[in-house]
């Protein structure tokens, strides 16, 4: 069962804050190597990707008995086409009247919401602008626990903080703050302050692998980023719809590895799939005679080999409409129809 997380932007104080590198002596022992390849790893992934992070201020205007007056708040972003969309996050735009962005080379730029989800506390901002720099992305699919990854934000309004940690665990829920489930989040120790919220995640390789999102308060060490992949596909929604528009079937479920004699047993194109953790009350997926435990692989002749296809395929249903699920239900394989819904939020 996913480990299910309220939804909190505090601070989180662990992981490695990296400030810089000390020369290296001139006596180098056997035991300094794994440190100085360390170092060198986060100092690279760093300085690939840095130019892209960009410093986002939010201002609200506010009436008050006195008049009116402005707020400010901030957070982090990343540049993620060459023509100036960038990634955030959802709650850190809320309540915004005006929108001014950093780059890392001291320019300032107006911006511009082009849409807004938040179901997956996702958003893509635009600003007008030449030489700007695209960050490399990467794979979320291809994390593995344990693996090197750094965060680069903005925390408390300090530009371009960098701190290093490891995965920690992979296919999480974090509860938004539209109150949905965020599916499959990555899990790290790389610490998170205010500010550091839709600042890239990134690999040892210097490719983003998700979008920095909460931490738990008072919880040490509990750090959250949405993949990359699930990322691309809100953005992709929103450059075009403004808003993504989803199907609803009603199960809370996780990427899971398949026994290979049932891949070849039952001829998958995939040895993944997704397990059925919960079935809401009321839901299609409950009408359709679902369980928990049901490992879904395909719907509508389309392979289901984790929680972004199936996001992928949610997306591209028409609510009302009659759609054919494929699930294994221990050894046996069920072919059941659904009827999906049109998800209430937006």
Known sequence: MNSQASFL???????????GIATAPTSQKPDDAPLDAYSRAVVTAAERVSPSVVKIDVIERLTTRRGERESRAGGSGFIFTPDGLILTNSHVLHRASRIEVALNDGRHFPAQIVGDDAATDLAVIRIDGHGLVAAPLGNSQHLRVGQLVIAIGNPYGFQYTVTAGVVSALGRSLRSQSGRLIEDVIQSDAALNPGNSGGPLVTSDGRVAGVNTATIMMAQGLCFAIGINTAQFVASRLLRDGYVRRSYIGVVAQNVPLHRRLVRFHDLEEETGVMVNAIENDSPAQRAGLRPGD??????????GGIDALHRILADLSPGVPASLVALRGVERLAVTLIPTESEEM
């Not at 490992?295 to 289901?304: C, D, R």
């Open 9 to 19: 932007s505090s601070g989180c104080s662990s992981g490695n804050s990296v400030a």
């Open 295 to 304: 490992i879904l692989v395909a719907m509508n002749g389309k392979t289901i």
